[in-house]
């Protein structure tokens, strides 16, 4: 482990008393049936068995605040259901890269799928280990090859050719062997957003399924390298079985070939499975999942049991890189209502989160629940929930229905765990949020809020503007 690792980290998770739904003090605990650990007891919104409403005391607003259970029972879900399957389940970091999380799926056994070395870099520094990290990407630097090689990373997942020969190259330079993947395109419609659709020939991403086998033949003559496997991904949020299914029934006879030409240790199936956003607040409930749109949802039994039969007889590690299913719904944004103001026929919401915090919306038109930290009761009223932001894509919610709040009210936007604080930004000038862990009653602050001067504190003025005058005096100066 890292030296200098809050204490609170020393202990490593250990799972709820299975069946059981409350604890000694009548508070409920996370359920293995429920898929997140955010529930009203009585009229108060709790993560596990923290008030939210205490920790904004504590810690003010906004607020990311992160179930540990959760993510740990989505962990545990999805390696159950792959069993049968010798596999490695690698946290797609990008998603939530907070050193508390990390360190919770390390703790578990996890591997992580990494693309850049500064997010080798933290696992590293939450005390996981590079040699279960995969690096994708399709722009990495020299640097950054050589920076993976000699943390002893378990693959490059390799998106050109070009790339292939770099890595050779640098491998070379360090006297060291690259295990290497290629991706390969399966060009394979995953039917999600525009934005994070990957697999099919119309984005930048690995290389198209006809020209994989002569990319391998060709790299099998390249020095340094160790050809590993293979790897896809064919895009986010699918919350449909059937493009998972298309995509191995395609790809797996193509592994076959290529490990018995050139001896793999493992298949990636990438990342990519979907997560409940509309309801997200009822399906933290084990009945919601049998409701109607409860069984539309992708679970990790119809994952495993849809794609194993598929993949068992390649005899090879599977590798996954889930990112949205792990942290998504572990994660929520807190946030406090700074004004009301009716204009025509809107009622708009003003709150002191921002599109600088969680950008989904206003990139991707995302929708994320939103509820009040204390249940309020009488009618719903159309509301736009917008943030301080100066543009009109700065909005959480259009012409809503919500409970009536008023001017120090509190919400949560829930789902947020993923692509939600590492897209944050300083926009604004706005300080990045605190991060909260959760685990039973216990809160641990993992982020601590921005200082607004460590906003600019890499920036500074140019050396000739250093005199200190203000418009004329200093122009005056500089005619001199
Ligand atoms: N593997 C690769 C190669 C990826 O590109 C991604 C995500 C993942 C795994 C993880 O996918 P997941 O299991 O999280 O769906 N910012 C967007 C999502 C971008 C996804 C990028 N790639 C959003 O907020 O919806």
Not at 19 to 24: E, S
Not at 84 to 101: E, G, Q, R, T, Y
Not at 360 to 379: M, N
């Amino acid at each position: 482990m890292g030296g200098g690792f809050p204490a609170a980290f020393s202990h490593s998770w250990s799972p709820p008393i299975p069946g059981a739904t409350v604890d000694l003090r009548g508070f409920p605990v996370a359920q293995t049936a429920a898929m997140h650990s955010f529930r009203y007891v009585g009229r108060e919104l709790f993560c596990e068995d923290v008030a939210l409403s205490d920790l904004v005391r504590k810690h003010g607003t906004p607020l990311y605040v992160y179930s540990q259970a959760t993510l740990a029972d989505h962990y545990s879900k999805l390696d159950s259901a792959l069993a049968p399957l010798d596999h490695l389940i690698c946290f797609a970091m990008k998603s939530n890269s907070n050193l508390a999380v990390i360190r919770t799926f390390a703790d578990l056994g996890g591997g992580f799928d990494t693309v850049s070395a500064g997010e080798i870099q933290r696992v590293i520094a939450a005390g996981g280990d590079p040699g279960k990290c995969v690096f994708a990407g399709v722009g990495k630097t020299e640097e950054e090859i050589a920076f993976a090689l000699k943390q002893g990373i378990y693959s490059f997942n390799v998106e050109s050719e070009a790339e292939l020969a770099r890595i050779s190259k640098v491998a070379v330079r360090l006297k060291k062997i690259a295990p290497v993947a290629v991706r390969v395109n399966p060009n394979v419609d995953a039917h999600t957003h525009a934005k994070i659709t990957t697999g099919t020939y119309e984005n930048k991403f690995g290389i198209q399924f006809e020209s994989i086998e002569a990319v391998y033949a060709r790299a099998a003559k390249l020095p340094n390298l160790r050809l590993r496997g293979l790897q896809m991904h064919i895009g986010s949020q699918l919350t449909d079985v059937e493009p998972f299914r298309k995509a191995v029934e395609k790809v797996a006879p193509l592994v076959a070939r290529l490990n018995a030409r050139h001896g793999f240790d493992f298949f990636s199936i990438g990342g990519g499975i979907g997560i409940v956003y509309k309801e997200a607040l009822a399906s933290g409930d084990a009945s919601w999942w049998k409701t109607a749109a409860g069984r539309k949802i992708l679970t990790p039994d119809l994952y495993a049991k849809t794609l194993v039969p598929l993949l068992k007889p390649l005899g090879l590690k599977i590798l996954l890189e889930p990112g949205r299913f792990m942290s998504g719904n572990a994660g929520a944004l807190v946030t406090r209502v700074e004004y009301i103001k009716k204009t025509g026929q809107k009622n708009f919401v003003i709150v002191d989160a921002a599109m600088n915090d969680l950008i989904r919306p206003a990139f991707y038109d995302s929708f994320h629940e939103i509820v009040p930290l204390t249940k309020k009761s009488g009618a719903l009223v159309s509301s736009d929930v917008v943030g301080p932001v100066c543009e009109s894509g700065d909005y959480f919610a259009k012409d809503r229905p919500l409970p009536k709040v008023g001017e120090g009210d509190t919400l949560a936007l829930l789902s947020a765990g993923a692509y939600g604080s590492v897209m944050g930004s300083n926009y604004n000038s706005r300080s990045l949020p605190a991060e909260i862990l959760v685990r039973g009653k216990k809160a641990a602050v993992v982020r601590r809020r921005q200082v607004i001067a460590d906003i600019w504190a890499n920036e500074s003025i140019a050396d000739w503007q250093q005199t200190p005058a203000s418009g004329k005096k200093a122009k005056a100066k500089g005619r001199k």
